[in-house]
């Protein structure tokens, strides 16, 4: 079993940066690939971002593209969004999952998902 905690999350003018982790605990997280999802107000949950277990490769959506990064430090068991030039319709909850498979087209979330960090972008 493993246990992911979403943190960084909060209210942030248009065109403002904001920093996300996940933090991951239980089985061996730092061998599992991660995404993150994220959720707005009346819509379905959508594919953000995704990084291969080691860091090497990551992945994005159209877009988040060239204004979010993730990364990852396994020392820490942590992944991170870094998320710059915030747009309003960025506003969402924002998930963390592991174990999926993020290479766009062919995204899939895997079965651990944490309980969300709330972007707020104000215009």
């Known amino acids: 079993q493993v246990q992911l905690v979403e943190s960084g999350g909060g209210l942030v003018q248009a065109g403002g940066s904001l920093r996300l982790s996940c933090a991951a605990s239980g089985r061996t997280s730092s061998g599992y690939a991660t995404g993150w999802y994220r959720q707005a107000p009346g819509k379905e949950r959508e594919f953000v971002a995704g990084i291969t277990w080691n860091g090497a490769s990551a992945y994005y959506s159209d877009t988040v593209k060239e204004r979010f990064t993730i990364s990852r430090d396994n020392a820490k068991n942590t992944v991170y969004l870094q998320m710059n030039s915030l747009k309003p319709e960025d506003t969402a909850i924002y998930y963390c999952?592991?174990?999926?498979?993020?290479?766009?087209?062919?995204?899939?979330?895997?079965?651990?998902w944490g309980k969300g960090t709330l972007v707020t972008v104000s215009s």
């Open positions: 999952n592991i174990g999926g498979f993020y290479s766009i087209p062919n995204e899939r979330a895997g079965d651990y």
